[in-house]
């Protein structure tokens, strides 16, 4: 799992915590195309549901599946883990994040359902760069 901490070690959401959440029981997917890193997906424990933190696929693999079978691992992690579903954020309006999501099973995540530790994460990007207003929590029941 050091992995975790190496590959999103540059990115600006999960830099600061990819390392803090190695304890809580985190999964890392990696697709190889090529003798390289074609795309990863992160997860971790976030209440009772798995939270997708992380999935890149490198623009050179895109629109190849690789997106959707780190999906199909992530569910698959989850429901062996006894997690009824996964829960992301995402930007609303950009294609392959929100549409594709929707397209693949997630939906709005209602505020009011959120448990503890979702409204905090929620906080964390509020209080971070990310631009919010564009943004929103989906979920998928599994």
């Given amino acids: 799992m050091d992995d975790l901490v190496a590959l999103t070690a540059s990115e600006p959401y999960m830099g600061a915590h ?19 890193l074609a795309g990863y997906a992160a997860l971790w424990p976030v209440d009772h549901l798995a939270h997708l933190c ?20 992530c569910e698959d992690w989850a429901h062996v883990s006894g997690k009824p579903g996964i829960s992301l954020t995402t930007f609303i309006d950009v294609p392959w994040n929100g549409p594709w999501y929707a397209r693949l099973g997630y939906e709005p995540y209602d505020p009011a359902l959120w448990p503890p530790s979702h409204a905090e994460l929620w906080a964390g990007q509020l209080a971070s760069a990310l631009d919010c207003t564009r943004r929103l929590m989906m979920v998928k029941w599994l």
Wanted: charged residues 30%; aromatic residues 2%.
């Fill in 18 to 36: 990819g390392a803090r959440h190695l304890e809580d029981g985190a999964a890392l997917f990696v697709a190889e195309r090529q003798g390289g």
């Fill in 54 to 73: 992380e999935i890149d696929v490198h623009p050179d693999h895109g629109r190849s599946g690789i997106g959707r079978a780190l999906m199909r691992a």
